[in-house]
Structure formats: structure tokens, C-alpha cells
């Protein structure tokens, strides 16, 4: 799929229940860049992540980053609004100290073992 410039590439990787709630994971596998300490994810992401989540609302879509830290899209552009961005434009550039624990979003791992 990311070989291609179908929209569905940029659609979620998983559908997982929290509770009674449907949420919506997108895997991003690479870990925050050793020099910047900056997650690096690109602006086509982003905008398809935020139709995603108005199009299925209340349905949340997570970014779940190597480091197992967790964003949301809006928090991506919040978060970016005023800071530095990539000299193309083509990503947005998140501190990595930005993100939520994964355990703050999606509970801990005993927690999630019981439901």
C-alpha cells in the first residue's frame, strides 16, 4: 500500500475495543529521530487522519509510535501549529516528549488483560 497513492493507505491498521468504545490505531513503526528527538509524520497522514476522524466521529484515531507513545491527529496539528516543520513542508515535526504514555491512554497492561 505505500507503494501506491490510494487514500486507503492512510487508513487505520487496526480496530480495537477500549471498554465499550471503538478506537482506531495507525502503527507507526519508526522510533523519534535520535537527533531531534522529533517524530517525523507526514502532512498526507495527518490530513487523512482528521477526515478519518470526522467521517467516523466518535470513533478515535490513535498514533501509536515504536516507543509505544500515543497521538492523536488533532494533537499532531496542535502541537505543530507554531513549530519548526520540515524544510518541504511534506511533515509535521512532534517532540517526542509531546506524546502521551501508551498506559495514560489505553490503560495498563493488567487492565486491558481483565477486560
Same mark, same amino acid.
Request: charged share 20%; net charge positive; no cysteine.
Given at each position: 500500500m505505500s507503494r /501506491? =497513492? @490510494? &487514500?486507503? =493507505?492512510h487508513f487505520p491498521d487496526l480496530i480495537a475495543a477500549r471498554? &465499550? %468504545? +471503538?478506537v482506531t490505531i495507525d502503527a507507526k513503526d519508526r522510533m523519534p @529521530? /535520535?537527533?531531534t528527538d522529533r517524530y517525523a509524520i507526514s502532512a498526507a497522514t !495527518? $490530513? &487523512?487522519?482528521? +477526515? #478519518?476522524t470526522a467521517a467516523h466521529a466518535p470513533t478515535p +484515531?490513535?498514533?501509536? #509510535?515504536? $516507543?509505544l507513545?500515543?497521538?492523536t491527529p *488533532? %494533537? !499532531? !496539528?496542535?502541537? /505543530? &501549529?507554531? *513549530?519548526l516543520r520540515h524544510r518541504s513542508g511534506a511533515f509535521h515535526l512532534v517532540r517526542t %516528549?509531546? *506524546?502521551h504514555r501508551f498506559d495514560d491512554v489505553f490503560g495498563p497492561e493488567s487492565t486491558l488483560a481483565a477486560a
Open positions: /501506491t =497513492r @490510494s &487514500a486507503l =493507505r471498554g &465499550a %468504545e +471503538l @529521530s /535520535t537527533d !495527518v $490530513n &487523512a487522519g482528521l +477526515l #478519518f +484515531l490513535y498514533y501509536v #509510535f515504536g $516507543n507513545k500515543v497521538l *488533532a %494533537e !499532531v !496539528v496542535h502541537r /505543530t &501549529a507554531h *513549530a %516528549e509531546r *506524546a
